[in-house]
């Protein structure tokens, strides 16, 4: 059953009824979507805007959000950008059509996108079309478990970088790209669950955070021994745990500790890329160095913006609402 995109929104009266409650009417047509009738029970949530929220404690009714796409209305080239759009959107049905049929590129496209995400399966397939079916239940894994993972992944990755860059053998990279399609596939997930998120009540409560603040996660991105480029990547593994441990404790001085390291690292490798060129270690050197040291920076960088959005979330849990 499809549901219109016309306006959801309505004034009704208050009403009095025994002299000390007040009650509201709902609309018939939202009763009936959520296959309600009389004497059913709905929940009534008081939220910390002030807002009320009603939802239905007990419904028939089973949705889920498809998507259909047309090869030839959005050409080949953008195939994969839109498999990624209805995934990110939280379909659970993504159906893919070709008059045509699909050609050997098609298929290494659908291949693609089944690997850089999570949960998504082929369910039935022709020369014409493609079913794909959504099977990770997004209240199965906590938004702060993906981000955890994904900072697990990161760490891992650095730590054997920072190993190679020491001495140690390259082979430990040999898992690096795969490293790395996780990751990406973990932060279009985070993406995915902050969208169902901000649509749907009930996955706010399953997955243990509301909307203001999903809405916040979803920003979060990811030689010598006294080098600069070495000595800064301690002070990101020793910040970024500060960071991740602080999405579930909220201990704001220690939010500030990390902020403050990470900046230090970030004019320390500012100061190491200005004086760089004055070295005599040779182009070929100075660039890669310069390079290295710009990643890292960023890297940092990307760490500092985790902390402002941890101080964001602590002025907003922290913040009240008052009469005038």
Not at 63 to 83: A, M, P, T
Request: some cysteine.
């Amino acid at each position: 059953m499809k549901i219109d995109k016309q306006s959801k929104s309505e004034v009704r009266r208050l009403q009095l009824t025994g002299g000390s409650t007040y009650i509201v009417s709902l609309p018939k047509k939202w009763v009936s979507v959520h296959g309600l009738a009389a004497k059913d029970q709905v929940r009534i949530e008081w939220r910390p805007s002030g807002n009320l929220r009603v939802t239905p404690e007990t419904t028939s009714v089973i949705r889920r959000r498809e998507v259909e796409l047309s090869i030839e209305e959005i050409g080949e080239e953008f195939l994969l950008d839109h498999l990624i759009g209805a995934y990110l959107s939280g379909a659970q049905i993504i159906r893919i059509r070709s008059k045509s049929g699909f050609s050997r590129a098609h298929r290494k496209i659908f291949r693609s996108f089944i690997q850089t995400t999570r949960g998504i399966e082929i369910t039935a397939e022709s020369d014409k079309s493609l079913d794909m079916l959504s099977l990770l239940n997004p209240s199965e894994m906590p938004l702060l478990s993906s981000i955890n993972r994904m900072y697990l992944l990161v760490s891992s990755q650095i730590r054997d970088i920072t190993d190679v860059l020491t001495g140690s053998d390259s082979e430990i990279l040999d898992d690096a790209e795969e490293r790395e399609k996780e990751i990406d596939a973990l932060r279009l997930l985070i993406e995915r669950q902050v969208g169902l998120i901000l649509e749907s009540s009930r996955l706010e409560d399953s997955m243990g955070t509301n909307r203001w603040e999903a809405s916040e996660y979803s920003r979060i991105e990811v030689l010598s021994p006294d080098s600069p480029l070495i000595a800064c990547i301690p002070v990101w593994h020793a910040s970024m745990k500060l960071l991740i441990a602080n999405l579930r404790r909220y201990k704001i001085s220690e939010v500030h500790q990390a902020k403050l390291q990470l900046q230090g690292a970030i004019e320390e490798l500012v100061n190491f890329e200005n004086g760089l060129w004055d070295e005599k270690i040779g182009r070929v050197n100075a660039l890669f160095m310069d390079r290295l040291s710009e990643s890292l920076r960023r890297l940092c960088a990307y760490s500092t913006d985790l902390a402002e959005i941890l101080i964001n979330i602590h002025n907003h849990r922290n913040s009240i609402e008052v009469m005038l």
